[in-house]
């Protein structure tokens, strides 16, 4: 077992443009200097790093802090729900929606380790609910509808970077997209509606800054069930920034419900939370309470 001074920095090295080797060696020194041993771990993919943190947890690390943008915080989150292992964020990637939700700052890597090491001295813990499904847990967001069909073709976009490669995909989703029949499951309660969107909100916001989830809370034990509901493109073009500073709850195609366990399905949806791809709906999310402990 090791020191429990010790913590594990994981590295995603294509995170914010290929800058997150850059944003390691400018806090590797402050952990340092704190009297902390830091593990240095960058895996070659995605499995590598899990894999890398799976084992530094087993070993007893105080805590995973990782470089890197929402995609890191992900795979932090798999390795650290649920254990007394702390989670620490330095906020590398274009999104940053974890890091936006609990309060670090996206742009000064040395504040976010500061805030870190302060945490680690003091023994403060953010204490956070965590959503699951099929065994994998997220922070944000999970996008089950339009949402999720422009994270699919972002995806396979490689220019821009960052917010515009997501509105890009939407101008070319929208030229094509129609309203899916969808069947929620909402704690045993079954709705049937046609809509264009629908998000399982976690925390509120996803895709950069997008507040879909409106109100969600980290801590509530609930899931926040967001429904768009059939509306022109040119509305859902008008309406897209009200998303940006969450007033979109006002529109009247809007909806929202609560509840602890989530089934949503409809034909060619293929889910995304904190990013990353979760596979085809239907899918069942469950809020998971107290799951994790953030070092912020």
């Known amino acids: 077992m090791s020191s429990s001074r010790e913590i594990a920095l994981l590295t995603n090295p294509a995170a914010g443009k290929g800058g997150g080797l850059r944003v390691r060696d400018e806090v590797l020194p402050r952990f340092r200097s704190a009297g902390l041993t830091v593990r240095s771990l960058v895996g070659r993919d995605a499995d590598e790093a899990l894999d890398l943190a799976r084992a530094s947890v087993a070993d007893g ?19 650290t729900a649920s254990t007394p292992t702390a989670l620490g964020i330095i906020p590398a990637g274009t ?70 490669r997501y509105n890009l995909a939407t101008l070319a989703e929208l030229r094509t997209f129609t309203p899916r ?44 069930v967001v429904v ?36 949503v399905a409809a034909p060619g949806i293929v889910g995304y939370a904190d990013g990353e791809r979760f596979g085809p709906l239907p899918l069942t999310i469950e809020c998971v309470p107290d799951a994790l402990g953030v070092l912020a």
């Open 95 to 164: 999104g940053n929606d974890v890091a936006r939700t609990v309060g670090l700052t996206r742009k000064d890597p040395m504040a976010a380790a500061d805030r870190v090491v302060r945490a680690l001295a003091t023994g403060q813990r953010r204490r956070m609910d965590l959503a699951r499904t099929g065994g994998r847990y997220y922070a944000t967001v999970m996008a089950a509808g339009f949402d999720a069909v422009v994270n699919e073709r972002a995806n396979t976009m490689r220019w821009p970077r960052g917010q515009m």
């Open 228 to 263: 768009i509901k059939p509306m022109s493109r040119l509305g859902l073009v008008r309406t897209y920034p009200r998303l940006f500073r969450g007033t979109h709850t006002t529109h009247p195609q809007y909806e929202r419900h609560r509840a602890r366990r989530v089934t």
């Open 61 to 79: 690390v105080e805590a995973v802090v990782v470089v890197g943008g929402d995609g890191m915080v992900n795979l932090g989150l798999q390795v």
């Open 181 to 224: 029949p969808y069947v929620l499951d909402l704690d045993g309660t079954e709705v049937r509606l046609d809509a264009m969107l629908v998000a399982i909100g976690n925390g509120p916001s996803f895709g950069g800054g997008l507040r879909i989830a409106e109100g969600a809370l980290l801590d509530d034990g609930l899931l926040d």
